[in-house]
């Protein structure tokens, strides 16, 4: 079984630009998560998608965006890029939304911002 | 709001030495606990989650974590390291409300270096 995809692996984007990041989640699972990581706030929730809605956000700005498709791939879209944007940017996929179930992370995409 | 502490930025154990990596979490409510390993440029892999039922939890590799509700702790522990085992280690947790869904509230993080 594949495990979850992410899309591209890395970016290197111009402040101000806007940027989507891909997600495929495992055959199967309903649920994705975003995270972002950087080293000095470490890994944050960004937002859950479930059935094409979104389930939960974090506290990050209206520049972050997400959505879910039929086929549970989901995308995720950062507008007017700043500095601190930069970080690697984890998707999970979990079979259901609930507190029980392991969600599985893909390799991420890193995304620099100059 | 839940959180969690995981006390030590870096963790040292020679190989072959039991290892443990401490855990605190604060959380209203009955805690679902999960441990998480990160390689060098690649995602986070599930090691073993708590939910309810016994204390001593058995995941992935070897690995083990003691849930302790009185010290609201949750520590990862190995009883023979491998050299292997070198990586980033990441404590989590999920809280009562069925709302929150898959949010996960992490640690910092805790490398651990396992020295031949």
């Known amino acids: 079984k594949a495990g979850v995809t992410q899309t591209p692996r890395y970016l290197i984007k111009t402040r101000g630009q806007q940027v989507t990041l891909s997600c495929s989640p495992i055959s199967g699972h309903r649920s994705v998560s975003w995270y972002q990581q950087t080293p000095g706030q470490g890994l944050q929730f960004l937002f859950e998608?479930?059935?094409?809605?979104?389930?939960n956000k974090g506290n990050f700005p209206g520049r972050f965006s997400g959505r879910q498709f039929s086929n549970s791939r989901s995308e995720m879209n950062v507008s007017t890029l700043e500095l601190g944007d930069s970080a690697l940017y984890l998707c999970a996929s979990s079979p259901r939304s609930d507190r029980v179930a392991e969600a599985f992370f893909g390799q991420g995409t890193r995304l620099t911002v100059v | 709001a839940q959180s969690v502490a995981q006390p030590e930025d870096q963790v040292n154990v020679a190989e072959g030495n039991p290892l443990t990596v401490k855990c605190t979490y604060s959380v209203s409510g009955n805690p679902y606990l999960f441990w998480y390993v990160q390689y060098p440029n690649r995602g986070l892999q599930f090691l073993l989650k708590y939910i309810t039922g016994d204390n001593l939890v058995k995941g992935s590799y070897g690995f083990e974590a003691e849930f302790n509700k009185s010290q609201t702790s949750f520590h990862l522990k190995k009883p023979s390291a491998l050299v292997s085992d070198s990586a980033l280690y990441f404590c989590?947790?999920?809280?009562?409300?069925?709302?929150?869904?898959?949010?996960?509230?992490f640690g910092g993080g805790t490398r651990l270096m396992v020295k031949p």
């Open positions: 998608y479930f059935s094409e809605t979104q389930r």
């Open positions: 989590a947790v999920r809280g009562p409300n069925n709302n929150a869904g898959n949010m996960l509230t």
